[in-house]
């Protein structure tokens, strides 16, 4: 099945930019989205397609691609952006289809 | 607001069937599919499966494939997930979610249920 590879954890200070990565072969030619989960809730999106934002999502949130790799952009970090996020794609070809990266915690100092 | 609203917790004991609903509203339910996916503790979340509302397709992950089940009540905007022979393994929060008719349009989950804790315990 098709792998995507994020780093464990982002340490951040309040007001800074924490950038999250996500690598996965060929991930260029894929669309991908991004999950906010903060403890006991379930994930909301942030990202779609690469870099589109839901409407209720703030513009300090980003997603870019380039070669093997997409970012998730925190700018003007907050307290409040504490949480884990999870990349994930759609790959016809592989089973399970829907594939989840292996999750960034972030931590705000 | 489109949400989801799921059945409550559950314990159940090894070898044994879970049931799980998802009531939809703020939309046309016929129109997007619900997807299950599941979250074991610590773990990243995993997709299980979707139903298409209108025609009633499924299509699952051959992790789960013939130990799972989901059906729909359209009259309801209900989904229902069942899953079968439970182990240990299963323990995890189980969440439906909104997803695209069309994969290739829309592969994204949009949104969540507030998810369903199965603890499966002797």
């Known amino acids: 099945s098709y792998v995507l590879t994020q780093p464990p954890s982002v340490s951040v200070a309040p007001g800074q930019t924490a950038k999250i990565t996500c690598g996965g072969n060929n991930i260029g030619s894929k669309s991908v989205h991004w999950y906010q989960q903060k403890p006991g809730q379930a994930p909301v999106l942030v990202v779609f397609d690469d870099s589109d934002r839901p409407s209720a999502i703030p513009e300090r949130f980003s997603g870019s691609k380039s070669g093997n790799t997409a970012t998730l952009t925190l700018s003007r970090v907050e307290a409040g952006d504490e949480a884990d996020y999870y990349c994930?794609?759609?790959?016809?070809?592989?089973?399970?289809?829907?594939?989840f990266g292996t999750g960034t915690k972030v931590t705000v100092l | 607001q489109v949400q989801l609203v799921q059945s409550g917790a559950e314990m159940k004991k090894p070898g044994a069937s879970v049931n799980v609903s998802c009531k939809a509203s703020?939309?046309?339910?016929?129109?997007?599919?619900i997807n299950w996916l599941r979250q074991a503790p610590g773990q990243r979340p995993e997709w299980m499966g979707w139903i298409n509302p209108n025609s009633g397709d499924t299509k699952f992950s051959q992790t789960f494939q013939g130990r799972i089940t989901v059906t729909r009540d359209t009259s309801a905007n209900t989904a229902y997930m069942e899953l079968t022979r439970l182990t240990s393994d299963d323990t995890a929060v189980y969440y439906c979610a909104r997803g695209g008719i069309v994969e290739l349009a829309v592969n994204w989950f949009d949104p969540w249920g507030h998810g369903t804790l199965v603890i499966v315990s002797s």
């Open positions: 994930q794609v759609w790959d016809r070809s592989s089973d399970p289809s829907y594939v």
């Open positions: 703020g939309y046309a339910f016929n129109t997007y599919n």
